[in-house]
Every structure is written in C-alpha cells, then in structure tokens.
C-alpha cells in the first residue's frame, strides 16, 4: 500500500498551508467584519461566505478563469513572477484555501462578536497600544472559536475534492490528493487501495472533529 | 483648578433622542457625580477617559487640556494617563490577578507572565491583601477581591486621576460599607483626585467631599454630600 501515503502526504502538505493561510486571511477579515462598520460590509461578507454554498466545481472554475493562463491574475503571475498555478500544488492549495475559507471566517468573526469591548477600552486606559491589545487582550479571548474553525477548515481542506481537481488536475504524486485518489481508485477497479484511502481518510477526519469539539467556544483559556 | 469638564453630545435614534450637555467646574478631590441610571453619568466618565467622542466642548485635568474640540486637542485614552475602573471590573478573563495587575506595566505585544514579579505589583498585592490569590483568575474571586484587584490594576501605573464607574453595585450591602471606607482612606493616602458616579446615595454620604447631580444629560450645582439628604 505504499502507493497511499504519497496522496496523505500531499494532502496533509495541501491542507496545512490552506489552514495557514485561512488562519492570517480568515482572522484578519473576521477581525474587520466584526468591529468596524463600512458601506459595502454586508455584501463583503456574502462574497466571502460564497465558496460554503456554491458547489466547488462553479469556485473551481471561477479559479481557472482568473488564474489561468489568459486569467487576469494568472497572466499577471506568469508576467510579474513567471508562477503557474494550474495542474500544480500550489494551485490544489489555491482552491482548498477558498473553499475552506468560510468556515474559518465565519468562527473567527463570531468569535471576535462575543468578545465583550469593554476588555479592549480597560486596555486602552492603561496605555495599552491597539495592536498590543489585538494581540494581549482580542485574539486570547477569541482563540478558541478561532481554532475551532481553523480544525473544521483543515478537514474541508484535506477533504476538498471538486475545485481542487478543477484547477490542479489530478497527477499522481503531484496534485493527487486523498480525496482524488480515492476517485482515481475505484475508477481503475482498486478495491483494496480505495478501502485503505478511505480507512486512512476517514480516520484523520474522526481526529479532527473530536481535536476541534474539545475546543467549544465560550471557554476561556485558564478556566478549569 | 482639578476639574475643567464641559460635553455635549446628541444621539438621535429612531424612537427617541438623547442629549447630553454637561458642566461643571471642581477642586474637589472627592468627587461624585450623582444621579439616576439613564442621566448621561457613564457616557461622561468615558468621554473623559477619552473611551467616547463628545461632539463638542473640552475637559481639563489640573490645568491640562485632555480634549478641547475648539483647540483641536483629542488626546487617544493611551495618553490621558487616568485610571478607569469599570462597574463589573472588566478584569482580563484569561490572566490572573498578578498578570491583570501587570497588565498596564508591561509594554510590548506579549502579556506579563505568570511568574513575572514587579515590585510596585507586589506593593498592591499586599496592600490590598491578595497574595492568597495571586495567582487565580478573575471569575474564582470573590466580589471584593475582583474590586481590590480592579483597583490595583487601574492605580499601579500612577495615574493622575481615578475614575470610578459604580464601583460599588456589584457587590452585597455589608461588604460596601467595609470597602467604601477602604477606597476613603487609600484616596486620603494617594491624594490622587477621583471621579465617582452613581445611583446610591450612600456612596455619597461616606465617600464623597463634594456631590453634583446629573438628570437627564444636565450636571447641576456642586454641593456639600448632607445637603443631598435634605
């Protein structure tokens, strides 16, 4: 069964950077909806909820079109950085990213709501700086909300099967994640191979899912 | 002159309006703002501490402009260097009481540790008599124990005044008796300036040197603490 933890790598190594990236973007924006007001804020978060409704393949192609070779933004990558995404990893990263985003979003800006602004203005009275109080006083009190989510988005991560093979095909040992090579099994009649990826798949959400519900928000990090 | 204060700010909502125009002038040390909830008394404690924007007016602390709209002066609540004690404390969930009394001490974009010891924190810690709890977090205290250590943490970095936001409502009829002369005698000791609001009488009675009533957004004459009783 060697042939099974080349695709598990690969998606561990998927899924780890897209939980890297929702953890800076999906706090970083849950941080904005959650204590600023501007025009356009509504809309900003239904854009950024879209990829948990739309069916991945619509987001995947969304992505082909804009990083694609004549996309806008690919066409840029290649001029600016001579980058490819497609039919790469980086790519399968790409879409795992988006379509793993709204779970990380959506738990870090609940968690920032119920964290109680009168933590951050006892703060500031003691000459506390706003990005020192971002870092001592919100994101301690959100943290496990935060993490939550980020266990709930590397699961839709390791398991993203639609956009992924839209924009990062499926090359053995390349883009071949889990979740693609559980397809690519049964479809070559590998009974036995498809049994171990899904044993190995299912395991590694099981984890994920009793990690992420020990992490319930509401607890606040020192309470017994 | 300790207090030079003069606010005025409008919200207008949907089913009714506020307004708030507030003046007073002070020397006293012991001062209370007294009035029922709804009178505009924590809207003005926080537009003091700079937590609030007013819409116009100024406030001068000993001479020093904190905010002045005409003069273009709005000092961040970062460098209005007061204390403010919060009605419920607001002390930091996830830190104990050494580390909230710290909290203000320690610059930078970690938190104190739980094992840092500064000396002025220690000073507190056994003037207020916490050292049993030093190391527990807010939610295991008692109710005095959260005020002693709210008090603490808001004077441990010298402020030049403190504001106090009904720091007595939280806690049970006996135990305000015993820390209101408590937080008298420290105020004798520290001569530090304070600003007090609340709806209880008794507050004014054992703590204040000077009482203004505040009704519906208007502060009044300041006044001797008996004549409230009359």
């Known amino acids: 069964m060697a042939e099974a933890w080349i695709p598990l790598g690969l998606t561990l190594k998927v899924a780890g950077w897209a939980t890297l990236l929702n953890l800076i973007f999906g706090v970083a924006l849950g941080y904005l909806l959650a204590r600023t007001r501007f025009p356009g804020r509504d809309l900003l978060d239904a854009i950024l909820t879209l990829p948990m409704v739309m069916p991945p393949t619509v987001m995947g192609y969304y992505l082909l079109v804009l990083v694609g070779r004549n996309g806008p933004v690919g066409e840029w990558l290649m001029s600016t950085f001579g980058i490819n995404l497609i039919f790469t990893w980086q790519g399968a990263v790409l879409a795992a990213t988006i379509v793993a985003f709204p779970l990380t979003f959506k738990s870090a800006r609940a968690a920032f709501e119920v964290v109680d602004p009168q933590y951050e203005q006892a703060a500031r009275v003691l000459r506390i700086g706003e990005l020192a109080i971002f870092f001592r006083v919100t994101l301690p009190l959100a943290w496990r909300g935060i993490l939550a989510g980020l266990l709930l988005a590397f699961a839709r991560a390791a398991g993203e099967f639609g956009a992924t093979l839209m924009v990062a095909g499926s090359i053995p040992g390349k883009t071949q994640t889990l979740s693609i090579a559980v397809y690519e099994a049964v479809q070559a009649g590998q009974d036995g191979l498809a049994n171990f990826l899904v044993l190995v798949t299912s395991l590694t959400c099981i984890v994920v899912l009793l990690v992420a519900g020990r992490l319930v928000p509401g607890r606040v990090p020192g309470q017994s | ?230």
């Open chain 2, 1 to 230: 002159m300790i207090w030079d204060v003069d606010l005025r700010k409008r919200f207008v909502g949907r089913t009714h309006s506020f307004e708030l125009d507030v003046q007073f002038r002070s020397d006293t040390h012991k001062l209370v703002l007294f009035g029922p909830s709804g009178a505009g008394k924590s809207l003005t404690l926080k537009m003091i501490a700079g937590l609030e924007t007013p819409d116009d007016g100024h406030v001068c602390l000993g001479g020093a402009s904190l905010y002045d709209r005409g003069r273009r002066v709005d000092l961040s609540p970062q460098r209005r260097g007061l204390a403010y004690v919060f009605q419920d404390y607001a002390l930091f969930p996830h830190l104990t009481v050494v580390q909230n009394i710290a909290f203000g001490l320690h610059r930078g974009l970690a938190n104190p540790r739980r094992t840092a010891r500064h000396e002025a924190v220690t000073r507190w810690i056994e003037a207020f008599h916490l050292e049993s709890v030093a190391n527990q977090y807010p939610e295991q205290l008692s109710g005095g124990q959260r005020q002693r250590t709210a008090l603490a943490r808001a004077l441990v970095a010298e402020p030049r005044a403190l504001l106090l936001d009904e720091p007595f409502a939280a806690l049970d009829r006996s135990l305000r008796r015993h820390l209101r002369q408590e937080l008298s005698e420290l105020l004798d000791q520290l001569g530090i300036p304070m600003l007090l609001i609340t709806h209880d009488e008794e507050d004014v009675v054992s703590l204040a040197d000077a009482v203004i009533r505040v009704h519906d957004g208007r502060a009044g004459e300041e006044q001797e603490p008996a004549a409230l009783a009359a």
